[in-house]
Structure formats: C-alpha cells, structure tokens
C-alpha cells in the first residue's frame, strides 16, 4: 500500500499555510506547508466527552515562503478562525472556547516551536513522556535541533509527564495542585516576565519567591548566561523548568526556618483537596525511545487510532523522507519500542474481532457512512468485518492499517540491520558526525528508508549479531 500523503483540502475562502482533513470521526490530520520543508503532520481530536481539543504537537510555526502573507500562518488561528471543508466549513475550534491538551510526541524543532502560542490564556496543558524528562529538561536547544536551524528555543513547563501506558483523565493532576494555601488557582492567569513564556496551570515566577527560599534556591541552581533571567534574579539554568520552586508558597511571611526543620509553619494549614470529577479521555501513552529518548505514541481507544510521531512513516510521492535517527537517538531501543506497539496494535485488533464475533457494534467497522443519523450527530453504517487500528505518523503517512505497515517496518528494519539494503548516500551532518542513507532500489521497492549515524547502525548491527554486513 502506498502512503497516504496529506495532500488535503485547503480552505475555499481563506487562505492558510495549514491544510486539514477529517480522519475519522473526532480527528483532523494538519500539514504545514513550513520554511524548512519538514511538512509536519498535526492532529487534532475533538473531545467528544470533554471541553478540550487534543493536539498532537504543534508544528513548526513558521510558513514557506509561498504561504508568508497567508491570513492564517500560526496554527492557534488556522484552528479558532480558519474554515475547514470537512468541517461544514466551520473551524476547528471556533474563539477558541475549546481549552487545548498538547500531547509532545517529541521535542524536536518541527513539532514544538508552535508551543508558546497555545500558552496564552493559562489553561493549556502539556503532556509529555516521562521517560524523556531529561532529556527535555537537560539542554532543550541541542535535544529540539533549534541551534541547526537558527531559532531560539521556546520556554514552556511540560505540565504532564505521562507514565508508560499510563491513560490520561481529565483535569490532570498537577504536583503543585495540593501544597496548600498561596498558589494560584487553577483559573488564574499566571505572571509572566521577560524571557520565560511560562507554560499554564499557575507556576509562579521566581521572582515572587521569598527572598531566603530564593537564595536556598539559587545555590542548587547554576547561574545563567541568560542577561535577562540574571537581570530579574532568577539565576536559573536555561531551559530548566521551574518545577523545583513549586514546593515553595509564595506567601512574603513564609517561615523558612520552619520549613528547613520540619516543624509546624506558621501560616494557615492546606486547605483541604476538593474532590474533581475526572473525565476518562481514552487516550494511552506509549513511551517509544528510539528516534528520541522522550519519543512517545499515544492511542485513541475510541477510534481505534495510533499516532506515533517521528518513530516511523512511509517515504511518500512528494518530500521522500527517510526515518531519521539523529546522534543521541538509539536504534536498540527504537526496535523494542516498535515491538511493543507491534503487540498492542495485535492485542487491539484481536480484542475488536472477539467484539465483533460476539455481535458487540464496539468491534464493528463503523469509519464508512450513510443517511442514517446517530447520536453525536455522526453516521455510522456497521460493516461486516471488524475494526482494526489505524495509524497515523507525524510525517508522510497517515490512516494507514497498523498491523500491515507494522509487519513492513520490521521486515524493511531487519534487512537493513543483515546488510541487504544497500547504503545510497553518505554525508557529514551538522552535528559532524557521518551519517548513511539506506534504501532499497527498483520498482518493488519498500517504500520507507533510514538516515541515521553511522555509529547507531553499528551498535544495532552488534546488538543484533549482524556486525558484518553480508554482502
């Protein structure tokens, strides 16, 4: 099956960087036509139970040149204010009324520097793999490849770092949510300062911390280069996240010598936790490492739809992109993570068809329609064969079946790791390393390639027992 590149219908009346197509019943797939010809695929669901839209990263927020003097060159207004076809010509997310859960498959240049615009308002949410926490955390601007592209890096606070398979419910909790009296509420718009374009959620600027916490705070925390946190004494290293100060009340009588000794404060106890019905979202976290340390997948359960970010995709007819494997990403670990989505895309199929054997319409293929109406306004006409998973990456290919180009990546990765896919380029990458291209030649070719280090194919290659090619 060929990949099924996102040429997708543009607005008829507006003119956008962004173009979008419906999915399935509650998910958009969005290309950005970008300056760095990565072409991000973003999508985003409409929560069906919950006031919120998901998004799966944020592309790069920079339009091609072609698109420069579009109307809608950033993706918060191509969602509140675009029209979209598929949409009844209506926007995603009409002023915005929806709040926005971000979910970072990964924290490379292309699906984040559209970040900081979601944090206007203080109700975004940002989820992101815990498995990945330092590496996010530790230099932000090598790890997201924002130095090779000459942008500075974005400041936002991962406000949720998604355990594996944990299934997220909505309102996430936070870790500042119950430490008492002095935090902002939840519906407060946070204080921002120059050069820190706080995440949401209500994370204190440092600068309101009492001055003796501060000073415990900084001898832990490596000055800055940065002139602008050093002129407002924040003294943090770059790119760390403030989540080290959350412990801190921001009251000015906060009692540090009651705080250092474990003794009773002497400011009014917690307040008690409220007790917050949560919404079950359907969504499961996958921690994929391979591509990235923080890579992750995430599952919609109802739609039976996995989005795997920069972890794999066809070529496709247009950009034929290869999988790329930069110098901090591990091939080892990448072939593990894409068995394990390799179980659980099996594990789901089988599940659906034991539905659909049973009579149950959850196993059913409900993604074709008809003229007759359902609830939540959606026509589903029962197929007689079951559901069965859909994946969708962040580059190339989208909606494809996920057991089928699963089997394909493994059968391709394999031939590449025995030496039978020969190497059609070599080149010096900007991080100087010597980086190969694997691809196979004629017309029954797999349509999928690999660029990667050349030290990274040869630990797999060792790991594996392939350490001399054949051939």
């Known amino acids: 099956m060929a990949a099924r590149v996102s040429h997708v219908a543009k607005p008829s009346r507006s003119t956008t960087s962004f173009s979008t197509k419906r999915i399935n019943a509650t998910t958009f797939v969005i290309r950005e036509d970008d300056s760095f010809a990565e072409h991000p695929l973003i999508y985003a669901k409409l929560h069906p139970k919950a006031p919120v839209i998901v998004l799966s990263d944020t592309g790069s927020d920079e339009p091609s040149e072609e698109h420069k003097h579009d109307k809608y060159i950033h993706l918060r207004a191509h969602l ?16 915005g009324k929806l709040k926005y859960i971000i979910i970072c498959t990964h924290c490379h240049y292309d699906h984040t520097l559209g970040v900081p615009q979601f944090l206007r308002g203080g109700t975004t949410e940002i989820v992101a793999s815990a498995a990945g926490r330092d590496f996010i955390e530790t230099d932000l601007e090598d790890h997201g490849e924002f130095g090779n592209i000459g942008r500075p890096t974005p400041f936002y606070q991962v406000t949720k770092w998604a355990q594996a398979f944990e299934r997220l419910q909505y309102p996430f909790e936070h870790d500042w949510d119950a430490r ?3 935090l902002p509420r939840a ?5 921002m300062f120059p050069g820190m374009a706080m995440s949401t959620q209500g994370s204190p600027p440092f600068s309101v911390i009492p001055r003796r916490l501060r000073q415990a705070a900084m001898q832990q925390s490596p000055l800055s280069s940065n002139p602008s946190q050093k002129k407002f004494g924040t003294h943090l290293k770059r790119h760390q996240p403030l989540d080290a100060l959350h412990a801190a009340t921001l009251l000015d009588n906060f009692d540090f010598d009651a705080f250092l000794n474990n ?5 009014p106890p917690p307040l008690p936790a409220q007790t917050v019905k949560k919404t079950d979202l359907g969504i499961t976290i996958i921690q994929t490492p391979g591509h990235t340390p923080d890579e992750l997948a995430w599952y919609d359960h109802d739609e039976m739809h996995l989005y795997v970010g920069d972890s794999f995709y066809r070529e496709g007819d247009e950009d034929e992109m290869p999988i790329i494997f930069p110098r901090y990403g591990n091939l080892i670990e990448w072939v593990f993570a894409m068995q394990k989505l390799a179980v659980f895309v099996r594990s789901e199929n089988a599940r659906a068809a034991a539905i659909a054997d049973d009579g149950g319409g959850e196993g059913e293929d409900q993604s074709e329609s008809s003229g007759e109406e359902e609830e939540d306004d959606w026509v589903h006409v029962p197929a007689s064969s079951p559901r ?3 994946i969708s990456c962040a580059h190339q290919t989208y909606s494809v079946d996920g057991a089928e180009i699963l ?3 493994e059968s391709f990765s394999f031939r590449v790791f025995k030496g039978d896919v020969p190497v059609v380029d070599t080149k010096k990458w900007h991080d100087g390393e010597t980086y190969d291209l694997w691809r196979e030649k004629g017309e029954k070719r797999t349509p999928m390639s690999i660029f990667c280090a050349r030290r990274l194919m040869e630990d797999a290659r060792r790991f594996f027992g392939h350490a001399e090619p054949s051939g």
């Open 80 to 95: 509140e204010h675009c029209p979209i076809p598929d949409n009844d010509n209506h926007p995603l997310n009409p002023s």
């Open 180 to 182: 008492g009296r002095g």
């Open 187 to 191: 519906d407060e718009k946070p204080k």
């Open 263 to 267: 003794t009773t404060p002497s400011y």
């Open 388 to 390: 069965r998973v859909k």
């Open 407 to 409: 089997a394909e990546l």
